[in-house]
T-cell receptor
Framework: GAGVSQSPSNKVTEKGKDVELRCDPISGHTALYWYRQSLGQGLEFLIYFQGNSAPDKSGLPSDRFSAERTGGSVSTLTIQRTQQEDSAVYLC????????????FGPGTRLTVT | DQQVKQNSPSLSVQEGRISILNCDYTNSMFDYFLWYKKYPAEGPTFLISISSIKDKNEDGRFTVFLNKSAKHLSLHIVPSQPGDSAVYFCAAGPSGTYKYIFGTGTRLKVLA
């Protein structure tokens, strides 16, 4: 079966531009997560969606970051007015249910802000 | 403040020998622990987990040990194989959470 997919796999953008990162979770998975991994760091939680509940946005580092999940499936993470410190690998994961212990990760989007 | 620490950024082991990857945590509320493996250009994949009601969980060549009093867990791989070469992340959190805290990873290299 299809796993979690993310696009693009790589994105190079100029400082100040907006970017959109896409995640297609595994079909039927109700929980979706976004993480960021900066160089030499662990995975940093950004946002969590569960079904139709309000998302947990507590990990978003600034108001330049936003995410939405349409129809309980595809999710888009948007970064406005990108800064160099936004350069990182952005990982999406999904799981079967809330607090699902086993999260299935996509391959990530490597974002480079120049 | 890192609540989950993997103090060894890298580890090299000969094929057939034991690999031991370590992880320390500081939050006493954490009672569920996971290990993920990550190959280059791929997302992490779940490997094994342990609840605080146990001190050991085994799955094939992989065993996770939990020492609650020391707030320490370790992943043992026996015997190590070249295909085990990857970055290993530990993660921890309270049971039922969706916000696991991840360590920075240990890069394991198994030498043939």
């Amino acid at each position: 079966g299809a796993g979690v997919s993310q696009s693009p796999s790589n994105k190079v953008t100029e400082k100040g531009k907006d970017v959109e990162l896409r995640c297609d979770p595994i079909s039927g998975h109700t929980a979706l997560y976004w993480y960021r991994q900066s160089l030499g760091q662990g995975l940093e939680f950004l946002i969590y969606f569960q079904g139709n509940s309000a998302p947990d946005k507590s990990g978003l580092p600034s108001d330049r970051f936003s995410a939405e999940r349409t129809g309980g499936s595809v999710s888009t993470l948007t970064i406005q007015r990108t800064q160099q410190e936004d350069s990182a690998v952005y990982l999406c994961a999904s799981s079967r249910s809330q607090g699902g212990y086993e999260q299935y990760f996509g391959p990530g989007t490597r974002l480079t802000v120049t | 403040d890192q609540q989950v620490k993997q103090n060894s950024p890298s580890l090299s082991v000969q094929e057939g020998r034991i690999s031991i990857l370590n992880c320390d945590y500081t939050n006493s509320m954490f009672d569920y622990f996971l290990w993920y493996k990550k190959y280059p250009a791929e997302g992490p994949t779940f490997l094994i987990s342990i609840s605080s009601i146990k001190d050991k969980n085994e799955d094939g060549r992989f065993t996770v040990f939990l020492n609650k009093s020391a707030k320490h867990l370790s992943l043992h791989i026996v015997p190590s194989q070249p295909g085990d070469s990857a970055v290993y992340f530990c993660a921890a959190g309270p049971s039922g959470t969706y916000k696991y805290i991840f360590g920075t990873g240990t890069r394991l290299k198994v030498l043939a």
